[in-house]
């Protein structure tokens, strides 16, 4: 969900064959934030136009996973300490406790390791009671959460990109917010999110936090795949300051667009990235 625009994509495993059942592009009554989800009666007008949606579409919500509104989410990076994997995850634990400042019972905290950096993510249990409590009123037998960024990178892999050992940037865009995630030999390097308002250069935005996160690894990147509506133009132009190629991300790439009976192309498959990416980890879990 992203301002008020929501895309949904729903997949399913038969045997060792993915199949998308549906891509869903609707509007919402108001903007997507955390605010709106702490708001109750704002929550059951969402689930009212969820259930409509699913009815509609014959979408099966017995497992579903959301896209973590950004602000509800703390990202933290720090190098490795040298140590068994069960020593390094305990490392970020304390790392979390640390940075959390007294405040750590009041999140829920997860950690991803990488070959040489670990970074953890803290959600208030507050916050993700509110999208618990919005899958309840939908209807939602099992209800899971995700960054966005992460579950971009989940839709890299199930297109057939990852791993890969060129320095790779996937962005997604939509509305006024990107997630940005540099990835290098299939492993993520660096991530960013970026919002602007609408009088701003949603361009000069995009190229500027691309640079930065170059800047922060030295070097350039091989292809920018892109995601999100309209990417094919607002892509064309981030490439271009990145002085590399760009390609359309199309989590649907290894699939084939035969599995929608509506034949969506590449161009209008591209903007359920992060949706795509959300199902995927649902079928892993």
């Known amino acids: 969900m992203?301002?008020?625009?929501?895309?949904?994509?729903s997949l399913c495993r038969r045997r060792s064959r993915l199949e998308a059942l549906a891509l869903v592009d609707f509007e919402l009554p108001f903007r997507a934030d955390a605010a709106m989800l702490v708001d109750a009666q704002?929550?059951?007008?969402?689930?009212?136009?969820?259930?409509?949606?699913?009815?509609?579409?014959?979408?099966?919500?017995g497992n579903v996973c959301f896209a973590l509104e950004h602000s509800t989410v703390l990202l933290k990076k720090t190098p490795l300490i040298a140590g068994s994997e069960r020593e390094m995850r305990e490392h970020l634990q304390w790392e979390a406790e640390q940075f959390l400042?007294?405040?750590e019972r009041d999140f829920s905290v997860d950690c991803l390791l990488e070959a040489?950096?670990?970074?953890?993510v803290a959600v208030r249990h507050s916050a993700l009671d509110y999208y618990l409590d919005l899958g309840g009123e939908t209807g939602m037998k099992r209800v899971d959460v995700d960054v966005p960024a992460f579950?971009?990178?989940?839709?890299g892999e199930c297109a057939g990109l990852l791993p890969s050992a060129e320095r790779e940037l996937l962005v997604y865009a939509a509305s006024d917010e990107a997630h940005m995630l540099l990835v290098e030999d299939g492993q993520p390097l660096q991530m960013a999110v970026r919002t602007w308002d609408g009088e701003d250069d949603a361009a000069e935005i995009l190229s500027s936090a691309a640079k930065r996160l170059l800047r922060e690894v030295e070097g350039g990147v091989g292809c920018a795949w892109c995601a999100g509506p309209d990417a094919e133009v607002w892509g064309a132009d981030l490439a271009e300051s990145l002085d590399c190629p760009m390609a359309l991300l199309d989590p649907l790439a290894q699939i084939g667009e035969e599995e929608l009976s509506e034949g969506f192309t590449p161009e209008q498959r591209t903007p359920y990235a992060i949706a795509v990416g959300l199902a995927q980890r649902g079928l892993a879990s």
């Open 2 to 9: 992203v301002g008020q625009r929501a895309w949904l994509a």
């Open 42 to 61: 704002l929550r059951v007008q969402l689930a009212e136009v969820l259930v409509e949606v699913g009815e509609e579409y014959e979408i099966d919500y």
């Open 101 to 103: 400042a007294g405040e």
């Open 116 to 120: 040489e950096w670990g970074l953890f």
């Open 151 to 155: 579950a971009l990178y989940n839709a």
